[in-house]
């Protein structure tokens, strides 16, 4: 310490490092939030997101309808990539008790929230894929994905 006292050049230079990689650090770990809404036109509102490998995302999305939720639910359901998206949906639509989501099938879920009725919000957080690629994500509600409630995660 004796000897950065007799050079303050030094000092500034190792504390400029020191605090770069403080900042660097901290900013690898804030979490990325997406808000959007499910719409009764059968969207989302943000139809793609983009993140870096294993960055923390909260998807918070806000069901914009006035119809009953029995009529117009939404939720935010994250697929693997080698997910059969037509076959996930197909399968979920004998559990409504369950998000419209076949249990069988929950290990090819990434990240999902529950459902929300008209004004309700629902949230989910979770780290993208460390694999660069691009994943699906979709509302399981009846005739929603089928509609064209779809959005892409694109991992880069």
Excluded: R
Aim: glycine share 8%; with cysteine; hydrophobic share 40%.
């Amino acid at each position: 310490m004796k000897n950065l006292k007799n050079h303050p050049k030094t000092a500034f230079v190792m504390l400029s490092i020191l605090f770069l990689f403080i900042s660097a650090n901290v900013l690898a770990q804030s979490t990325k939030v997406v808000a959007m809404k499910g719409t009764d036109q059968l969207k989302f509102s943000v139809q793609n997101i983009q993140a870096t490998p294993g960055q923390k995302i909260t998807v918070k999305l806000t069901n914009d309808s006035k119809f009953p939720a029995a009529a117009m639910s939404h939720n935010f359901v994250l697929l693997k990539e080698s997910t059969d998206v037509e076959a996930f949906d197909k399968a979920g639509l004998k559990h409504a008790d369950n998000g419209y989501i076949d249990p069988k099938l929950k290990d090819q879920i990434i990240a999902h929230t529950g459902m929300a009725g008209g004004g309700q919000t629902v949230e989910v957080t979770f780290n993208a894929p460390k694999k660069p690629g691009k994943y699906i994500y979709i509302c399981t509600f009846p005739g929603h994905y089928g509609g064209g409630m779809k959005g892409t995660l694109t991992v880069k």
